[in-house]
């Protein structure tokens, strides 16, 4: 039997897969994710999602294309690991992810590739009627090069409307590759920073995602102070915060205890910190609203 059914769990609550079932929508989360749903509606061309590692970007993509899949005219298309070494090769790799046919797209040059791209765009989003999102993972990987790609990318529009919905998912590191070039800075319609969570929306993850898993009983799993040693070493972070909620679970069962305690959480921490994972320090956070 699995360590959640003996809690009166139906599935895994903490795993840190970018599940969108389990994306607990804080304010910036949410503030996030419905300008993100307007703006590909309204066709507006280029979002960024900045945030450091484990802040949700991917969960918060997941969820992004659950929603808009369902409703007719979306088409989404995923990079995950952008690094390219040429403009051609990055071209490439758009075409074929996006549906271009691959044969042509590889064994073209980059002139070619860019008028395939576009007529294909264009065949889709003007005479298909379908909006053609491009998420890019991992962002900051991306080459002043693969930058200047997606800026032309970026040109091809109807009278009304961007023919490419581009939606970039990086770490902090690209926030100044972004403004190093100020003809892309200007084709950005959207850009937002996920922070960590605070205190309040810490407790509020750990009991969403208990509740998503099945728990149903009306005792709690963490005590207060449980969740509150939780939030001073994991500082907010989704993902670390469900990593220890994680191990909290599996040390509850394995010591036949029924209730996540301080404890138990220090127990945890001075192992992480015994073997080196727990997580340094950071010095530099950007204002929710910013960029």
């Known amino acids: 039997m699995s360590y959640y059914k003996i809690l009166g769990l139906e599935t895994e609550p903490f795993s840190t897969s970018p599940d969108p079932l389990f994306f607990y929508e804080s304010r910036g989360h949410k503030l996030a994710f419905t300008n993100l749903i307007i703006e590909l509606r309204l066709r507006r061309g280029c979002s960024i999602i900045l945030g450091d590692i484990g802040t949700g970007k991917t969960t918060l993509s997941r969820k992004l294309i659950q929603a808009l899949s369902l409703r007719e005219g979306f088409i989404f298309h995923i990079i995950l690991d952008p690094i390219f070494e040429d403009e051609k090769a990055f071209l490439s790799s758009v075409a074929r992810t996006i549906g271009v046919d691959s044969a042509n797209g590889i064994s073209s040059g980059i002139s070619e590739l860019k008028d395939s791209i576009q007529k294909f765009l264009f065949q889709k989003g003007v005479k298909e009627k379908k909006i053609v999102v491009l998420i890019i ?26 023919l490419l919905q581009l939606v970039l998912l990086g770490q902090l590191e690209l926030h100044p590759k972004i403004i190093s070039i100020p003809n892309l800075m200007d084709r950005v319609s959207f850009k937002y920073t996920l922070n960590p969570l605070d205190p309040d929306e810490t407790v509020e993850m750990i009991n969403f995602r208990l509740r998503q898993a099945g728990y149903k009983l009306r005792s709690n799993l963490f005590t207060a102070d449980a969740v509150k040693e939780i939030y001073r070493y994991s500082r907010g972070y989704p993902r670390r915060i469900a990593m220890f909620c994680h191990k909290a679970l599996k040390s509850i069962v394995m010591k036949d205890k029924l209730v996540v305690d301080d404890k138990i959480i220090q127990e945890i921490m001075d192992e992480e910190a015994r073997t080196g994972w727990l997580l340094q320090e950071k010095t530099t956070l950007y204002q929710r609203s910013n960029f």
């Open 137 to 162: 993972d991992e962002a900051q990987k991306l080459s002043e090069t693969s930058l200047e790609v997606l800026r032309i990318l970026l040109n091809y529009e109807t009278n009304t409307a961007k």
